[in-house]
């Protein structure tokens, strides 16, 4: 078991093993809790992290699901997502019927045919483009990110179009070269009239805030 300190309220928490990467909700507070096993290895007398405490009545059958205000359901239809890595993007998604596309240096190939190129872990940000028909046509209107769990996280890829949501393990972050990227990125993917009066999400990619999770 992996022993814990919940950074909110202070009560010490265990986990199981094969749960490091992933965030649970605090038994006692109710706050997120990322599961990380600490240099001391210390064994303190815990709540298990992963069986909600008897008086947390508002956490009973929501064990397994992250906060609302960062866990992902499954891909909306409307929007787009990519996958980066610390300066790249790695895979993109449409509703398009082809699936998780990863990018190439030859174009873009399909993942449930390149499964064995999938990495088995590192740093990767789910980027949701949040789009929206109005009557001038299709626009950006936001733009989220989340945090993926650093094993194993990009080989469910290929298993289906939402699995991905089941690896998010948190509020992700843009670093500076990210949002150069993804500026890069829209201009690529969208037509101008898409994205070029997005105000909010192109000083988001502008200004010097990398730890703001998106924007809407």
């Given at each position: 078991?992996?022993?814990?300190?919940?950074?909110?309220?202070?009560?010490?928490?265990?986990?199981?093993?094969?749960?490091?990467?992933?965030?649970?909700?605090?038994?006692?507070?109710?706050?997120?809790?990322?599961?990380?096993?600490?240099?001391?290895?210390?064994?303190?007398?815990?709540?298990?992290?992963d069986e909600?405490?008897?008086?947390?009545?508002?956490?009973?059958?929501?064990?397994?699901?992250?906060?609302?205000?960062?866990?992902?359901?499954?891909?909306?239809?409307?929007?787009?997502?990519?996958?980066?890595?610390?300066?790249?993007?790695?895979?993109?998604?449409?509703?398009?019927?082809?699936?998780?596309?990863?990018?190439?240096?030859?174009?873009?190939?399909?993942?449930?045919?390149?499964?064995?190129?999938?990495?088995?872990?590192?740093?990767?940000?789910?980027?949701?483009?949040?789009?929206?028909?109005?009557?001038?046509?299709?626009?950006?209107?936001?733009?989220?990110?989340?945090?993926?769990?650093?094993?194993?996280?990009?080989?469910?890829?290929?298993?289906?179009?939402?699995?991905?949501?089941?690896?998010?393990?948190?509020?992700?972050?843009?670093?500076?070269?990210?949002?150069?990227?993804?500026?890069?990125?829209?201009?690529?993917?969208?037509?101008?009239?898409?994205?070029?009066?997005?105000?909010?999400?192109?000083e988001f990619?502008?200004?010097?805030?990398?730890?703001?999770?998106?924007?809407?």
């Amino acid at each position: 078991m992996i022993q814990i300190v919940c950074p909110h309220c202070g009560t010490k928490l265990k986990a199981k093993e094969h749960l490091e990467g992933e965030v649970r909700p605090c038994p006692k507070c109710g706050e997120p809790v990322k599961i990380l096993i600490p240099e001391d290895h210390e064994q303190l007398p815990s709540t298990p992290l992963d069986e909600p405490a008897a008086n947390a009545a508002h956490l009973v059958g929501k064990k397994e699901r992250l906060p609302t205000t960062i866990h992902l359901e499954r891909l909306d239809r409307q929007n787009r997502y990519l996958i980066c890595d610390r300066a790249h993007v790695f895979a993109t998604w449409a509703n398009d019927g082809k699936g998780w596309m990863l990018k190439t240096l030859s174009g873009m190939i399909p993942v449930h045919r390149n499964a064995d190129k999938l990495p088995k872990e590192g740093t990767f940000t789910l980027v949701e483009l949040k789009l929206r028909n109005t009557d001038e046509g299709l626009r950006l209107v936001g733009l989220m990110t989340y945090e993926l769990a650093k094993r194993w996280a990009l080989t469910v890829l290929a298993e289906g179009d939402d699995v991905i949501c089941q690896k998010i393990t948190g509020k992700g972050s843009l670093s500076h070269d990210l949002k150069n990227v993804l500026r890069l990125t829209l201009r690529d993917m969208f037509m101008p009239e898409v994205w070029q009066h997005a105000a909010p999400v192109l000083e988001f990619l502008h200004n010097a805030d990398y730890h703001s999770h998106g924007v809407e």
